[in-house]
């Protein structure tokens, strides 16, 4: 058995409403099949009170075995570095984490409050918010880059506002499972198997994106053109595999007609917030997307999108919707 504990910081609750609707694996079959032994979970556990106060003090103290801490949200660290703006059993947040991090053979964070602060720490960031590891792109956040679980490993990042259950359930079996050492991680502690490809990687509108047409409608499904060259979709520079492991096992984003705000990378929320910020794609020169597909640059892109738009045939300008 695997031992997790799972607390949250500053969260809305929602990497916790899609765990629970994880199905490959389910949150049963990580209890029935995988061996985890559920300690506490903010929504899932039985100790209320005192019990639950003496179960985290056994953890935090190293008189009980903590295999997984799970962190959900981000660590809170005001007012003044306190961090009394989440105060939680007695104490603030941050002061449970730190002890629960040092005990923990494998620590996961889960949603980019937790990996990297998120939306909280989005400036002006009154609450002081960071993520464990990480603040925003900058490695260190609230344990420091050189933090290293018992079992010799950095916080394993789990992004996504919310992450998809499945790579949330799927990680915590190969930890659970005693593979977490077989984990590839990039540069940012993300799952490689996860994080590697591309949002734009399975995308329906590829064929649009490809000959540069773009729809200048959301929604729709994919009955026309690419949401990148007016909708600022960030599909082709954000790391997900939300097109090869679909929501709900039916769909994404960008199937349906919505851009990908780009949620699973270090600086979500893109832009200033503003309105006209996010679903309208910045330009230079003109007509020249500024944010372009890794690993290319402006003059290339130029060169590429002449020839395509000449090569592009009749049907990628149509509506491909017929009844
Ligand atoms: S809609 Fe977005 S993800 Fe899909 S092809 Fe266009 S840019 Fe890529
Ligand atoms: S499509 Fe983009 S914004 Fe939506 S969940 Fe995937 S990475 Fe996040």
């Not at 997790?4 to 809305?12: R, T």
């Not at 039985?46 to 019990?51: A, I, K, S």
């Not at 064929?207 to 409608?217: A, C, G, L, P």
Request: hydrophobic fraction near 35%; include cysteine.
């Amino acid at each position: 058995m695997a031992s997790l504990l799972w607390f949250q910081g500053g969260a809305c609750s929602g990497n916790t409403m899609s765990f629970l609707n994880a199905e490959e694996p389910s949150v049963c079959d990580l209890v029935t099949d995988f061996g985890i032994e559920l300690l506490w979970h903010p929504s899932l556990g039985m100790e209320l009170g005192d019990q639950a106060k003496a179960l985290f003090r056994s953890l935090a103290s190293g008189e009980r075995d903590l295999d997984i801490f799970v962190f959900e949200g981000s660590i809170i660290q005001a007012p003044n570095g306190s961090g009394r703006f989440d105060m939680f059993a007695d104490r603030p947040m941050q002061e449970w984490v730190r002890e629960l991090c040092d005990q923990a053979g494998i620590v996961v964070a889960i949603g980019d409050c937790a990996c990297w602060g998120g939306i909280p720490a989005t400036p002006p960031n009154p609450s002081d918010s960071t993520g464990l590891q990480f603040l925003k792109k900058g490695p260190g956040g609230y344990l420091g880059s050189d933090f290293r679980s018992k079992a010799g490993l950095p916080v394993i990042n789990i992004p996504g506002c919310p992450a998809h259950p499945d790579w949330v359930t799927q990680i915590l079996v190969a930890v659970a499972s005693g593979r977490a050492g077989d984990l590839v991680l990039d540069d940012l502690h993300r799952p490689a198997t996860f994080f590697t490809s591309f949002t734009q990687t399975g995308c329906t509108r590829n064929q649009f994106f490809e000959y540069k047409q773009s729809t200048m409608t959301f929604g729709e499904g994919t009955r026309s053109g690419c949401l990148y060259y007016e909708l600022g979709c960030r599909g082709p520079m954000t790391h997900s595999p939300c097109n090869r492991i679909l929501w709900n096992r039916t769909s994404s984003k960008t199937r349906a007609g919505m851009p990908c705000i780009g949620c699973t990378e270090p600086e979500f929320p893109h832009h200033d917030l503003m309105p006209g910020s996010i679903f309208k794609t910045k330009k230079v020169a003109g007509s020249v997307p500024a944010e372009l597909q890794e690993g290319t640059d402006h003059l290339t892109y130029m060169a590429h999108a002449a020839a395509a738009r000449i090569a592009a045939p009749d049907w990628s300008k149509k509506d491909l919707f017929v009844v």
